[in-house]
């Protein structure tokens, strides 16, 4: 077959790098982030986290192949925040909704399981 072994999808190769950043250099203020082993995922989240910025100009994603474990991010801004420091951004804002989402589900398990105790 030509579908490449699945941990390719998600094991970097030794010595490469999960996230490249290029400057945009015919817009200004925009740039590209290639981020290596993600897909359609975290494509959407980060997209939809980009907009909730108010500095965000534009952000959108892209999958250049299917068979090609890269994801494709480009970002412009209005220059109250370069690309980088909106994807940093994003990228904290996202990591501290997980938190929060972990926290609640670890809540409700351990009320799950005193209520299960209770019932016995």
Do not use: W
Request: hydrophobic share 35%; aromatic share 8%.
């Amino acid at each position: 077959m030509n579908q490449p072994d699945r941990y390719v999808q998600f094991v970097l190769p030794e010595g490469e790098r999960k996230v490249n950043y290029k400057a945009d250099t015919k817009l200004k203020d925009a740039g590209t982030f290639s981020f290596r082993s993600e897909d359609h995922t975290m494509g959407n989240l980060l997209r939809m986290q980009l907009h909730s910025d108010k500095a965000t100009v534009f952000a959108g994603y892209r999958i250049p192949h299917p068979l090609e474990p890269v994801m494709v991010v480009k970002v412009q801004t209005n220059g109250t925040k370069t690309p980088e420091e909106a994807m940093v951004h994003a990228l904290q804002d996202l990591a501290s909704e997980f938190e929060c989402m972990l926290n609640e589900f670890d809540r409700e398990v351990m009320n799950a399981q005193q209520s299960a105790m209770h019932n016995l």
